[in-house]
């Protein structure tokens, strides 16, 4: 199937500074990367839709300043947690899908953040 | 936004037994997914049922669905330690490239 790869899978980072997470489709073109948060032992919660070329679109309550999203290319997102703090702390997933396999989406291997 | 709800949470069983695991949801649907999650990890695909589909096998996997009650079951048949994972229904509401709503999982121990 395909592969997506996520990094770094685990950071640590202090308030008030910013992370960047990568998302990577390695043997297929993603137009579209969705990106979901899940706390623990809790569902995955869709935070927003990467749309390669454009803006995302975010889910409600999601802050788009706060969460900022790139799709800058075919094969790569990325999600930057700005002025973190330790409620940001978090497992941040993405995935997609690839038009080969039809409707079921291929995920990262995520990346726990955790703020001091 | 949740779409509905796992059941059970949680679940404990001896190796070779069968799990069960039930999915309701709240909007309409045009396919149902399961996935499996290991502890830290990502989520993987496990299989699919469509909306006009109420019965499907993979492997040890039997899937079922009925629409008129918004719901779904997952069964996993001669468990084994390895199946010891997350797993979670999703459900895909439109055609298209659009996301998937998680339901909440069940958490399955397997015990050798």
């Known amino acids: 199937g395909a592969v997506v790869s996520q990094h770094p899978s685990r950071v640590i980072c202090k308030s008030g500074t910013s992370v960047k997470i990568e998302c990577r489709s390695l043997?297929?073109?993603?137009?579209?990367m969705f990106w979901y948060r899940q706390f623990p032992k809790q569902s995955l919660m869709l935070m927003a839709t990467s749309n390669e070329g454009s803006k995302a679109t975010y889910e409600q309550g999601v802050e788009k300043d706060k969460f900022l999203i790139n799709h800058a290319s075919l094969t790569l997102s990325t999600l930057t947690v700005t002025s973190a703090h330790p409620e940001d702390s978090s497992f941040y997933i993405c995935?997609?899908?690839?038009?080969?396999?039809?409707?079921?989406?291929?995920f990262g291997s995520g990346t726990q953040l955790s703020v001091l | 936004s949740q779409q509905g709800e796992e059941d059970p949470q949680a679940l404990s069983i001896q190796e070779g037994e069968n799990a069960t695991m039930n999915c309701s949801y709240k909007?309409?649907?045009?396919?149902l997914q399961w996935y499996r999650q290991n502890s830290g990890r990502g989520l993987v695909h496990l299989i699919l049922?469509?909306?006009?589909?109420r019965e499907k096998h993979s492997g040890r996997l039997r899937v079922t669905l009925d629409t008129s009650k918004k719901s779904s079951s997952l069964l996993i048949t001669a468990s084994r330690a390895a199946d010891t994972a997350s797993y979670f229904c999703?459900?895909?509401?439109?055609?298209?490239?659009?996301?998937?709503?998680f339901g909440k999982g069940t958490r399955l121990s397997v015990i050798a």
């Open positions: 909007t309409s649907i045009n396919n």
């Open positions: 999703a459900t895909d509401g439109r055609s298209g490239n659009t996301p998937l709503v």
């Open positions: 995935s997609a899908r690839d038009v080969r396999e039809g409707e079921k989406l291929f």
């Open positions: 049922i469509r909306s006009n589909e």
């Open positions: 043997d297929f073109q993603a137009t579209t």
